[in-house]
């Protein structure tokens, strides 16, 4: 039986040997220098909330899930770094007022320094899972928008009429950070029927299984009544991504110590197709303009492989 309630673990620590640095979440300070330890330098650019920085499990070598909605791979990263509904998200006007009878998540944000891919993993408690395609904002669907700096510059993702040129401001869309929709099960291939929509930028090779892959399972029925959906994803990010050109753009290298800048935006819904609406849009940051820039986005410590595992 799937419960919609998870434990809350409120502290994260980072583990490094016998060493161990307690990192305080949203108002409370990394606590920085303990034991010796010399993290690589990030750049000066301050992601949000002030003071907070998470940690990315690092897979091992050959230890990268199979990506098909069994989430038993994911037992073997420890509790720490386990990220709950109740963990910094806020909704759009900036609240906290959760409601686990409606929805409560538990998210899991991994890498893996050989295939330089980041992996995503949720547990998600609904209690009306929509999937149908149609009606409502955000591209009509419960969903699960990811943004990705890979090299931690803060940089803006969506452009309007402020570039004036087309052709530019198409260049422009996602080229140093990117935001994608995930959403399940795919309905199609292209667009907002894929499981990943890139949906600011007009790329179509983005979707190539050598950038991303995914797993769904569902515990329950789609759009209809209480279900517990359970997700895992992986995802390339990219230094400079040229919509037209997988050749001319640079893919990032992930480095265990390296930090980056991750932020999502949890899309629930309500109802069914032009009954449906959007119930909440819950941002991990609080900043709700994060489908816009990496500036909402929050710190995540690319760690060491875990000598726990």
Request: aromatic share 14%.
């Amino acid at each position: 039986m799937v419960f919609p309630c998870f434990d809350r673990f409120v502290p994260i620590y980072f583990h490094r040997k016998t060493h161990i640095i307690r990192r305080y979440l949203v108002k409370e300070r990394l606590v920085s220098g303990l034991l010796g330890l010399c993290l690589v330098a990030a750049p000066a650019f301050a992601h949000i909330p002030d003071g907070a920085q998470w940690t990315a499990f690092q897979w091992p070598d050959g230890t990268t899930p199979t990506l098909d909605g069994d989430l038993s791979e994911w037992e073997i990263v420890p509790d720490d770094y386990i990220i709950n509904m109740d963990d910094q998200h806020l909704d759009a006007e900036g609240n906290a007022d959760y409601d686990f009878a409606d929805l409560n998540l538990k998210i899991i944000v991994g890498y893996s320094a050989s295939t330089d891919m980041l992996y995503f993993m949720m547990e998600r408690f609904d209690d009306h899972y929509d999937r149908d395609g149609e009606g409502g904002g955000a591209g009509g669907d419960d969903s699960w928008e990811v943004h990705i700096d890979g090299d931690h510059t803060g940089d803006r993702m969506r452009w309007n009429k402020d570039i004036e040129d087309e052709d530019e401001r198409q260049l422009a869309q996602g080229r140093e950070s990117q935001a994608y929709h995930t959403r399940f099960p795919p309905l199609g291939d292209t667009g907002g029927d894929s499981w990943t929509w890139f949906w600011m930028s007009a790329a179509t090779w983005h979707t190539d299984a050598q950038y991303g892959d995914w797993g769904f399972q569902l515990d329950g029925s789609l759009n209809s009544g209480e279900a517990t959906a359970f997700i895992e994803f992986s995802k390339a990010a990219w230094d400079e991504f040229i919509f037209t050109s997988p050749g001319e753009s640079t893919l990032h290298d992930f480095n265990e110590n390296e930090i980056i800048g991750l932020n999502w935006q949890v899309v629930d819904h309500d109802g069914n197709g032009a009954d449906a609406k959007v119930d909440k849009n819950w941002y991990f940051s609080g900043a709700n303009d994060s489908w816009r820039t990496t500036a909402s986005a929050t710190d995540f410590l690319l760690a060491p492989v875990d000598p726990r595992v």
